[in-house]
């Protein structure tokens, strides 16, 4: 026989029936396990409403005291349709030069709401991309880590705009490269780096943020050529978190003081502005101290790298079973098969190894990809 459910309505009918066959309320109420006060007042909705007062009331309050007119209401919605990209505070300016001076407005966030509850507020998309930071490193000598980015964009004289592209020391502070570039495209960077790296030798790490060139939100890991390239040369490949540009800072304050020695006035042209970077980079390197070097400059902390630039080498994988080349479409082609890996691999080597019947393992250098 399964068990009997009861509701509250039922257990309220119950306590009310067996006090009207005389027992005692206090007996009662010790066995519902409720209050004297509440057993009063479920007799006393009891007898005047009858069945009715034992069923549960609204809690909605019968007023609200501050509660916005329907007029001031409709109004803020009126005006929302009318002038469709002004934000709260813009309605709220255009309230109070419209209304008397003893009509209480609201205030910016209970207009947003408004508009929110009548589906007038456009809510920005999510970004899909969950790119993540990877592990970083503390960088304590030179060369163990340099940090990468684009300064934000500025136009030249010439109505052209210009993209600094940035690399400095972490441990030294010392600006190795300040280039102003056409635009963020890949071939730009390549050139930039090698020209670099020539120049200073390799570091152990890079430190560079999410976007590109420096990584791909679609690739696999999140790798675009040149971090591909940057691992073929033996540079470990750090990124801070999206939206933690703190984790970048002292490069972020290097761009700061950019902004303001290098880039107001701008440049007529690119010449004129890549003359004023090299006149910057001189004067941050040799002249201007630092206060975290104990007010030294970072040419007495830099030393050069010990890592000379030789290209790249031949990839072999004794230990796997063969080696496939990947295609420029980003494939390898095995078995007869196509099997997409990413265009950022596009022309190098990667190894295949059996682990299972039927199951192949893909390797890159010394990371598992498949």
């Given at each position: 026989m399964p068990w009997k459910e009861r509701s509250?309505?039922?257990?309220?009918?119950?306590?009310?029936?067996?006090?009207?066959?005389?027992?005692?309320?206090a007996s009662l109420c010790r066995e519902f396990e409720i209050s004297r006060v509440t057993g009063y007042k479920i007799y006393g909705r009891y007898k005047e409403c009858g069945l009715e007062g034992?069923?549960?009331?609204?809690?909605?309050?019968?007023?609200?005291?501050?509660?916005?007119?329907?007029?001031?209401?409709?109004?803020?919605?009126?005006?929302?349709r009318e002038k469709p990209t002004w934000g709260a505070r813009k309605l709220r300016e255009r309230l109070l030069r419209k209304l008397p001076n003893d009509v209480r407005v609201?205030?910016?966030?209970?207009?947003?709401?408004?508009?929110d509850r009548h589906g007038l507020v456009t809510r920005q998309r999510r970004s899909r991309t969950k790119t993540q930071g990877t592990p970083l490193s503390e960088g304590l000598a030179p060369n163990a880590l340099w940090c990468t980015d684009?300064?934000?964009?500025f136009m030249l004289g010439d109505k052209r705009y210009c993209y600094p592209l940035t690399?400095?020391?972490?441990a030294s502070r010392y600006l190795l490269l300040c280039e102003a570039m056409e635009s963020i495209k890949e071939q730009g960077a390549f050139?930039?780096?090698?020209?670099?790296?020539?120049?200073?030798?390799?570091?152990?790490?890079m430190r560079s943020d999410n976007g590109v060139p420096f990584a791909s939100p679609n690739g696999l890991f999140h790798l675009c050529r040149l971090a591909v390239w940057w691992l073929r040369l033996g540079i470990t490949i750090e990124r801070i978190q999206p939206g933690h540009p703190q984790q970048n800072g002292r490069h972020e304050r290097m761009h700061r003081t950019l902004k303001m020695e290098a880039t107001r006035p701008a440049g007529s042209n690119f010449l004129q502005q890549q003359a004023k970077f090299d006149v910057f980079v001189h004067e941050f390197n040799h002249e201007r101290p630092h206060e975290a070097l104990d007010m030294k400059c970072p040419v007495e902390v830099y030393k050069p790298s010990t890592r000379p630039y030789q290209g790249i080498g031949e990839l072999s994988y004794p230990f796997?079973?063969?080696?496939?080349?990947?295609?420029?479409?980003?494939?390898?082609?095995?078995?007869?098969?196509?099997?997409?890996?990413?265009?950022?691999?596009?022309?190098?080597?990667?190894?295949?190894?059996e682990v299972?019947?039927?199951?192949?393992?893909?390797?890159f250098m010394d990371w598992d990809l498949v």
């Open positions: 509250v309505v039922e257990e309220r009918m119950r306590f009310v029936l067996r006090l009207k066959d005389g027992e005692s309320m034992l069923t549960d009331r609204a809690r909605t309050p019968y007023r609200y005291a501050n509660k916005l007119p329907a007029q001031i209401e409709a109004m803020i919605v009126t005006m929302r609201p205030v910016c966030s209970t207009i947003h709401a408004i508009l684009y300064k934000g964009e690399v400095s020391d972490y050139t930039a780096f090698e020209r670099l790296f020539k120049e200073r030798g390799l570091p152990q790490a796997h079973d063969r080696t496939v080349l990947v295609t420029y479409c980003g494939r390898i082609c095995i078995f007869k098969k196509k099997i997409n890996l990413s265009t950022s691999l596009a022309g190098q080597a990667v190894g295949i190894k299972d019947d039927g199951i192949w393992l893909v390797s």
